[in-house]
């Protein structure tokens, strides 16, 4: 039996596998590697089988369906043969020397059931440590009670290696939480101690496409709040208004950072939703948060609300848009990150384009509606009033605290 099981879940990822394996090929410890092949249609096996002619430390196994982000961590681990487990992500790179020290903590204590080492974000182009993660600069011991306090602190437990037998007494299939965060980390402190270890053990990719660059997504933060609710729920001592104080107070700081990465991003409507939201629980936060966003983004906001019709109005074709500058810029942004066409409106001259019933009309003026439709046999089905939707958007984000900004689309 292996000392330690490296627990993989992986899908259409198969140039990031491929690296992190030649990576593990190079390791001395007792290990073995577990890959989970959440039904992928590249060349996942291929590559795996690669790497098994050489490994016979390397399981695989393919998932008969597709299972959610949490469910495949948690399938993956459900497979280690190790004595101690560890998951970790397909494009992740791990540190040996700092699993060594971390398996060392583990083996001279039976009572400890998860170590959390610190972690690295890196920059696998430049082969450079962004920045390092760790609750503690120095090998801490906690326990249930403790875990609450570290929650109060808002930091979060990440990446355990975990005794494996602790491991199945605990965690069921998980399918809307996270699987090691706070509730996994009170379920590891029923079966024994934590520990907090700054020594490094995994390097965290960053690239484009990253689950982690879009966690203002619905169902990730649906994950975060069961997350919370479910590690709350292991204390029943807790008073109601205390576990909800905390509950909320999580949750709107999980908010606020999610809709700064939806930003980062460029997805600003994901933003100025997850602003409004933290309204409920911290209104200077969402006051001064909206108030940025649209001095800085609401052209930009109202070229998602154009795009977003035009995706829910297909087949269009074209976007046509009356001569107004307002009505020209977010026509073309838009034309520019769709497969439409654009053209502008005219006087009704010969030269004016010939409207059909899957072009997208963007207009300001009622009578120049009125007399493209008095030619048609057609209803005209896809056209807005671009101040309708301004005015939309701004009534949504509270007139009586946000004052209105000009309308400029980034190019």
């Known amino acids: 039996m292996p000392t330690l099981s490296i627990c993989i879940p992986t899908r259409n990822r198969a140039e990031y596998l491929r690296r992190h394996l030649a990576h593990l090929e190079t390791f001395t410890l007792d290990c073995e590697i577990v890959?989970?092949?959440?039904?992928?249609?590249d060349?996942?096996?291929?590559?795996?089988?690669?790497?098994?002619?050489?490994?016979?430390?390397?399981?695989?196994?393919?998932?008969?369906?597709p299972l959610n982000f949490y469910e495949t961590m948690i399938a993956a681990c459900n497979l280690a043969a190790g004595t101690y487990a560890m998951y970790a992500a397909d494009d992740d790179a791990l540190i040996e020397e700092g699993i060594a020290h971390v398996l060392s903590i583990m083996e001279r204590d039976a009572g400890i059931s998860a170590v959390y080492g610190?972690?690295?974000?890196?920059?696998?182009v430049k082969q450079v440590v962004i920045t390092s993660h760790a609750a503690f600069d120095r090998e801490t011991q906690i326990g249930h009670a403790e875990l609450l306090e570290?929650?109060?602190?808002?930091?979060?437990p990440e990446m355990p290696i975990f005794r494996v037998s602790g491991f199945r007494?605990?965690?069921?299939?998980?399918?809307?939480?996270?699987?090691?965060?706070?509730?996994?980390?009170?379920?590891?402190?029923e079966t024994g101690r934590l520990v907090f270890s700054p020594v490094p053990t995994v390097r965290v990719a960053r690239h484009g496409g990253q689950e982690s660059h879009r966690f203002y997504r619905p169902d990730i933060l649906q994950c975060y709040l069961a997350d919370y609710e479910l590690f709350l729920s292991r204390y029943p001592d807790l008073d109601v208004a205390t576990s909800t104080v905390l509950a909320t107070r999580?949750?709107?700081?999980?908010?606020?950072?999610?809709?700064?990465?939806?930003?980062?991003?460029?997805?600003?409507?994901?933003?100025?939703?997850?602003?409004q939201r933290i309204a409920v629980y911290?209104?200077?936060?969402?006051?001064?948060?909206?108030?940025?966003?649209?001095?800085?983004?609401?052209?930009?906001?109202?070229?998602?609300?154009?795009?977003?019709l035009i995706d829910t109005m297909q087949p269009v074709r074209r976007i046509l848009c009356a001569p107004d500058e307002s009505c020209r810029q977010v026509a073309?942004?838009?034309?520019?990150t769709t497969d439409c066409g654009f053209a502008e409106i005219g006087d009704g001259a010969d030269d004016e384009p010939v409207v059909g019933e899957d072009d997208f009309v963007l207009y300001h003026d009622d009578a120049l509606m009125a007399r493209l439709q008095a030619g048609l046999t057609f209803p005209l089905r896809r056209a807005r009033r671009l101040d309708t939707i301004v005015a939309a958007l701004r009534r949504s984000d509270a007139p009586a605290l946000i004052e209105p900004v000009p309308l400029t689309v980034a190019r």
């Open 250 to 275: 999580s949750m709107a700081a999980q908010y606020l950072s999610a809709a700064q990465r939806a930003i980062a991003n460029r997805e600003f409507l994901q933003a100025r939703t997850l602003l």
């Open 282 to 308: 911290r209104p200077e936060d969402s006051r001064a948060g909206l108030l940025a966003l649209e001095q800085k983004h609401f052209g930009d906001m109202v070229v998602e609300v154009v795009r977003g």
């Open 43 to 65: 060349n996942t096996g291929e590559v795996v089988n690669e790497f098994r002619a050489r490994m016979p430390n390397l399981f695989y196994v393919r998932q008969p369906r």
């Open 118 to 124: 610190a972690w690295q974000e890196w920059d696998p």
């Open 169 to 189: 007494a605990s965690h069921l299939p998980v399918q809307h939480q996270y699987a090691f965060d706070f509730f996994g980390a009170a379920l590891f402190a």
């Open 150 to 156: 570290l929650y109060t602190a808002q930091q979060t």
């Open 332 to 336: 073309k942004a838009v034309a520019l």
């Open 35 to 41: 890959v989970s092949d959440n039904c992928s249609d």
